[in-house]
């Protein structure tokens, strides 16, 4: 069983920045794709930013060239930093922890990006 625990969420104003943790239990860790997904109320959970276990990002269209994800093996967690951030990157951000078959989910954390 992995347990995945997201934070620093929070209220930003746009054109501002946060970084987002999610500490993972799992000793797959290093073997894992780690991904961040936002979702809104009344849509789909939406693939923000993926990391492989070799450490290779890929990006939503949206948030290219604003956000990065990053993740260190050793402390078993994953980042994604986010800026320029605006309205429409407000959501819960969960993160995902992918290996084969194995998925885990992280409860989210809440981002708001308003003036």
């Known amino acids: 069983q992995v347990q995945l625990v997201e934070s620093g969420g929070g209220l930003v104003q746009p054109g501002g920045s946060l970084r987002l943790s999610c500490a993972s239990s799992?000793?797959?860790?290093?073997?894992?794709?780690m991904g961040w997904y936002r979702q809104v109320p009344g849509n789909q959970r939406e693939l923000v930013a993926r990391i492989t276990s070799g450490g290779i990002g890929n990006y939503a269209d949206s948030v290219k060239g604003r956000f990065t994800i990053s993740r260190d093996n050793a402390k078993k967690t994953v980042y994604l930093q986010m800026n320029s951030l605006k309205p429409e990157d407000t959501g819960v951000y969960y993160c995902n922890s992918n290996w084969g078959h194995m998925d885990y989910w992280g409860k989210g954390t809440l981002v708001t990006v308003s003036s």
């Open positions: 799992g000793r797959i860790f290093s073997i894992s794709a």
